[in-house]
Antibody, heavy 121, light 106 residues
Framework: QVQLVESGGGVVQPGRSLRLSCAASGFTFSSYSMYWVRQAPGKGLEWVATALYYGDNKYYPDSVKGRFIISRDDSMNTLYLQMNSLRVEDTAVYYC??????????????WGQGTLVIVSS | DIQMTQSPSSLSASVGDRVTITCRAG??????LNWYQQKPGRAPKVLIYAASNLQSGVPSRFSGSGSGTDFTLTISSLQPEDFATYYC?????????FGQGTKVEI
């Protein structure tokens, strides 16, 4: 079955870096766009990054643009999120999610279980 | 960015009630609207895609409607397992955005 497993979360000081990984299985990873979505404690969902399956197209919201880098290794079926210059407000559970599509649209499905990042001094 | 606004932010309901949650987009997004359910400590899961299409495996008591800027998620008869937080999300833009969530409580 389709499975996404995140890792790499932890406690990090403000200004430092952290890299998250998402190991994918059960589908042809190279044929799907992938996403990172985060959720601060007690808050809602926020899309963080997109890596399309074709070309080198990547997208970010303004809140992380210039600090976060999404990448993928199709040979290893793994998605990454390099997070630099971390801020206290980046504290959240980070989920990776696969693109699903139909009826000319797309959505996030499935999701991994999430990995917690705490930015604190 | 396209702003998504849900209402209400929370609601109290009983088992068997009909529940309606609304989502308004800051501009027309046609039917590029998805609904998710999230339970505490769990990842979200998709219920409805493209405004009105029921995801495989989701009970038929869930339904979605709307187009343009105004959308609705309806639970026809609330069940104990439906107490959760619900989010709308637009996929019209490359820059995805979610509503702030609606918590359905007993």
């Amino acid at each position: 079955q389709v499975q996404l497993v995140e890792s790499g979360g932890g406690v990090v000081q403000p200004g430092r870096s952290l890299r998250l990984s998402c190991a994918a299985s059960g589908f042809t990873f190279s044929s799907y766009s992938m996403y990172w979505v985060r959720q601060a404690p007690g808050k809602g969902l926020e899309w963080v990054a997109t890596a399309l399956y074709y070309g080198d197209n990547k997208y970010y919201p303004d809140s992380v643009k210039g600090r976060f880098i999404i990448s993928r290794d199709d040979s290893m079926n793994t998605l990454y999120l390099q997070m630099n210059s971390l801020r206290v407000e980046d504290t959240a559970v980070y989920y990776c999610a696969r693109d699903s599509f139909g009826d000319s649209t797309n959505w996030f499905d499935p999701w991994g279980q999430g990995t917690l990042v705490i930015v604190s001094s | 960015d396209i702003q998504m606004t849900q209402s209400p932010s929370s609601l109290s309901a009983s088992v068997g009630d009909r529940v309606t949650i609304t989502c308004r987009a800051g501009q027309s997004i046609r039917t590029y609207l998805n609904w998710y359910q999230q339970k505490p400590g769990r990842a979200p899961k998709v219920l409805i895609y493209a405004a009105s299409n029921l995801q495989s495996g989701v009970p038929s008591r869930f339904s979605g409607s709307g187009s343009g800027t105004d959308f609705t998620l309806t639970i026809s008869s609330l069940q104990p397992e439906d107490f959760a937080t619900y989010y709308c999300q637009q996929s019209y833009s490359t820059f995805k955005t979610f509503g702030q969530g609606t918590k359905v409580e007993i």
